[in-house]
């Protein structure tokens, strides 16, 4: 079927037809996508948007970038195999060592990659399986409010409800402990305190001879809850939480397929805190804007016997020549400052426009992660006194945004976060129209819901 190529409501007609019903981001932003470059993508009417999404976090130097360009362009040119299964290339041997070569000093020269599937939940499959085999453990710690992925295994060790009420034979022995969500501590108490209980209630759990979980082969943990809403794990915590897995002997597995490579300021978002992990899932940017699953991880975990995870699209040529492109440009371009500068203009400016609006109950995240969560200041406080969130403000805001040139996503607790995941090259003027754009579309939902 031939559609012309203005024909946009032919096009989203058709989507809305044909494909799955599980379908989502073409819910929120009804348009066809016809080029894109950089920040800003163009649909099939002209209209030109900022994209603060960038695949959920996948194309950490914006659209089409030269440099992955160039490096697409090089594999087709000299016909490197597109498709390899695990077998041995040139190339892959070059984005192997340039994973090595950024990993901290402690991992660097001993670490094991394992290659996965082409998605993050595939990784966080492969870490599981990993540690099962390395350990006599038979339990798995993840945290209320994480995220790692929508296959059934990954859905039972993520927070979300929703997704996976009506799923049945979800993975067994999955015990969720609690995140230190500061603006909504779990434990009602907050004033700085969230972070310190959390810790005391982990290491008693773990200590504890009645707690009724089985010994653990492993804990995982996103070190800034991403579909969470943008919350950053305080640094403290993650350094107690590695010296608490430490004297246990449990493997520490960080989930870092959204904010690893540069996402925070740092090419792992645990450097913040000084520690090293067991064991690292990597995707999204990993691969350079192209399909790409890794698991970097410490060579005593490395038990499992040949073929104990595979899967066909692992050799991926493009993934690993776009990743090993995007990888030597994020250091030789200093692309991590960059981000320290952006991430301080972002919350420069939306911590003024919080002081103006008491809708904006929260601002969040670390580097280019970030979530301005919304609230109902009529609805009834909580213990903390913070109102409670608005997933419809949000709503409104998101589509405000979209009608003003400006796509981001939502997340968090009733979907009431705002989330910014723009390129890490993002400039200062670019970051000022993004925030400008934003500032407008707060204001224009505000207005309309003061007005009804």
């Not at 409800?161 to 993975?171: G, I, V």
């Amino acid at each position: 079927m031939m559609i012309s190529l203005n024909a946009e409501n032919a096009y989203l007609q058709l989507q809305k037809d044909r494909e799955s019903n599980a379908k989502s981001y073409p819910r929120r932003f009804p348009l066809v996508i016809h080029k894109a470059k950089g920040l800003i993508i163009t649909d099939t009417e002209g209209l030109s948007y900022y994209d603060c999404l960038s695949g959920a976090g996948t194309l950490a130097l914006g659209h089409n970038h030269d440099t992955v360009i160039a490096a697409i362009g090089d594999v087709l040119e000299k016909q490197i195999p597109l498709h390899t299964l695990d077998l041995a290339t040139p190339l892959k041997l070059a984005f192997m060592q340039e994973i090595f070569s950024i990993l901290p000093e402690q991992l660097r020269d001993t670490a094991k990659i394992q290659f996965c599937g082409p998605t993050g939940a595939d990784g966080v499959e492969a870490a599981i399986k990993l540690v099962k085999n390395a350990t006599n453990g038979k339990s798995i710690l993840a945290f209320q409010g994480g995220y790692h992925g929508s296959t059934q295994a990954t859905m039972s060790m993520s927070g979300n409800l929703s997704k996976k009420q009506h799923l049945q034979s979800l993975l067994p022995d999955v015990h969720f402990l609690p995140f230190p969500y500061e603006y909504r501590c779990p434990f009602g108490v907050g004033k700085g305190m969230t972070a310190q209980i959390s810790t005391q209630y982990i290491e008693n759990l773990l200590d504890d001879c009645e707690s009724g979980i089985a010994a653990p082969c492993g804990l995982i943990v996103e070190t800034v809850q991403g579909e969470g809403g943008a919350i950053p794990a305080d640094l403290e915590w993650l350094r107690q939480l590695r010296r608490i897995t430490a004297e246990r002997g449990i493997p520490l597995i960080i989930d870092e397929v959204q904010t690893g490579i540069g996402r925070t300021g740092k090419m792992f978002s645990f450097e913040h805190a000084g520690i090293v992990p067991d064991v690292i899932v990597c995707s999204k940017a990993v691969g350079g804007s192209l399909p790409m699953s890794v698991v970097i991880y410490k060579e005593e975990l490395d038990q499992w016997q040949p073929g104990a995870h595979t899967g066909t699209f692992r050799g991926n040529q493009l993934g690993m020549a776009t990743g090993l492109a995007t990888l030597k440009y994020i250091k030789a371009n200093h692309v991590l400052d960059n981000v320290k500068e952006r991430s301080e203009q972002f919350f420069d400016t939306l911590r003024r426009l919080q002081d103006k609006h008491v809708e904006i109950g929260d601002v969040r995240g670390r580097g280019l992660m970030i979530g301005v969560e919304m609230v109902d200041p009529n609805g009834r406080k909580d213990r903390l006194g913070h109102y409670p969130p608005s997933g419809e403000l949000a709503s409104n805001i998101q589509e405000r945004c979209f009608k003003n040139g400006l796509i981001i996503e939502v997340g968090g607790r009733r979907s009431a976060v705002l989330r910014f995941l723009p390129p890490l090259t993002i400039t200062a003027q670019e970051t000022a129209e993004v925030l400008s754009i934003f500032e407008k579309s707060v204001v224009e939902a505000l207005e309309a819901t003061r007005l009804r």
